[in-house]
């Protein structure tokens, strides 16, 4: 891989109500702004040469990639490690309440039948490695804010955060191969002894 395209899922039928949804078993569809907002990605994209679009297991990542490259022949590799964090028992609740519990508690605390946020990003960074390995020379991805905006921050030299901040919908972030393996390195020694960052 030589470069990498990083694109959170375009408006979803939960995420316009606020609401979380870690588990791709639960069908989320886009609202039609979220189509129409996947379609403009792809406009966007349209003179980028993608040779393979990575994607998580979830309806909202699945149809935005399907919209986005609509009419194009690439090829699509599903990666359950960028699958969004497991809300355990927040699942379809507000966000806001989750966002309110993550600021008040740590890296490695746990929600009732979730996941840590210290193994969300040591998910995360096996995902995107596996990425790096890959022959392709350009790589969309399209996932989750929560994912996206670790490897950003890390990108720019931050760590993660109790509540990190939301990725804008349908919008393409590029990173070199190099910025993204910094990036990564840098989640994985945070991981190695998580603690919040001011």
């Not at 030299?157 to 910094?182: D, N």
Request: a negative charge.
């Amino acid at each position: 891989m030589e470069q990498v395209l990083l694109v959170r899922h375009a408006e979803s039928e939960f995420s316009v109500r606020g609401l979380t949804n870690g588990d791709p078993e639960i069908e989320v569809a886009l609202t039609e702004r979220g189509r129409e907002q996947a379609r403009l990605l792809g406009e966007h994209l349209a003179a980028t040469e993608i040779d393979v679009c990575a994607l998580s297991q979830f309806q909202r990542a699945q149809e935005t990639a399907d919209l986005a490259l609509q009419g194009r022949d690439v090829p699509r590799l599903v990666l359950p490690e960028l699958n969004d964090i497991r809300f355990g028992e927040f699942e379809g609740r507000l966000l806001a309440d989750y966002r309110a519990w993550a600021r008040a508690h740590g890296p490695e605390d746990e929600v009732a039948g979730g996941e840590n946020r210290a193994e969300s990003v040591v998910r995360y960074v096996a995902g995107f490695r596996a990425l790096l390995k890959r022959p392709e020379r350009t790589i969309l991805v399209v996932a989750h804010s929560l994912p996206i905006r670790y490897v950003l921050n890390a990108a720019a030299g931050g760590l993660p955060k109790p509540a990190m901040e939301q990725v804008p919908y349908a919008e393409p972030f590029q990173l070199s191969a190099a910025e993204l393996t910094e990036a990564l390195e840098r989640l994985q020694t945070w991981s190695l002894a998580p603690a919040w960052s001011s």
